[in-house]
C-alpha cells in the first residue's frame, strides 16, 4: 500500500515550453502533496506544499509563477514548469503524506521522481 | 536548516552491519526521528522512525540514546543494493508536516 505515481517519469522540451508532471496517490487518498526538485549531488529542496482545494505554499525563493502547482482532487497534484529555461533541468520529486489511521500514519511515500531536460 | 548532522560518507562491506549515525542535539520532545534513504535517481524511501525507544522492522533498527540527543541506523547484513544515501530527518509526527531534507550519508557498500 501507499504508493505514488509521476508521470511522465522522464521529459525533454525546448527552452520557452511548459511541462506539466503529475503525481497521483495510487491507493489512497492525501490531502497533503509535496513537490521537490533536485539538482546533481546535492540534496531535495522542497519547492512547494499542495493541499487540496486551496492554493499551494511556496516556499522561500521560489516562483510559484513560474512552477505553478494544483491539486483538484485527493489523489492528483500536477506540477507545471512555465516557460522552461536550461537552468530548470532537475529532478522533480513529489511527495503525499500517507493515509490516516495506521501505524505510518505519520510518513510521507515519494514518488519515483520526473527527470527534466530542457534544451 | 536540517537539525541533523551526518557524516558525508561511509563505507561497509557486503554482509556486514552498516551502523549510520545522526546528531540532533537540539531535538523537541514531541520530535520523531525518521530514516529515509535515496537510492540513484529514484525517491526516497521510508526506512524507519522513532520517538524514544530503540525500534526494529524488517529493513533496519534505530537506536535512540537515553538523552535523544543522537541516533544509529543499523542495518544488519548490508547488501550491493543497499548502496543509497541515507537521510535522517527530525521532525513532529504530523502526516501533513513537511519534510526538509539535510545533505545525508553517501552509504558505499564494498563486494
Known sequence: ?119 | DAKTTQPPSMDCAEGRAANLPCNHSTISGNEYVYWYRQIHSQGPQYIIHGLKNNETNEMASLIITEDRKSSTLILPHATLRDTAVYYCIVRVAIRDDKIIFGKGTRLHILP
Open chain 1, 1 to 119: 500500500g501507499a504508493v505514488v505515481s509521476q508521470h511522465p517519469s522522464w521529459v525533454i522540451c525546448k527552452s520557452g515550453t511548459s511541462v506539466k508532471i503529475e503525481c497521483r496517490s495510487l491507493d489512497f487518498q492525501a490531502t497533503t502533496m509535496f513537490w521537490y526538485r533536485q539538482f546533481p549531488k546535492q540534496s531535495l529542496m522542497l519547492m512547494a506544499t499542495s493541499n487540496e482545494g486551496s492554493k499551494a505554499t511556496y516556499e522561500q525563493g521560489v516562483e510559484k509563477d513560474k512552477f505553478l502547482i494544483n491539486h483538484a482532487s485527493l489523489t492528483l497534484s500536477t506540477l507545471t514548469v512555465t516557460s522552461a529555461h536550461p537552468e530548470d533541468s532537475s529532478f522533480y520529486i513529489c511527495s503525499a503524506s500517507g493515509p490516516g489511521g495506521r501505524f505510518w500514519e505519520e510518513t510521507q511515500y515519494f514518488g519515483p521522481g520526473t527527470r527534466l531536460l530542457v534544451l
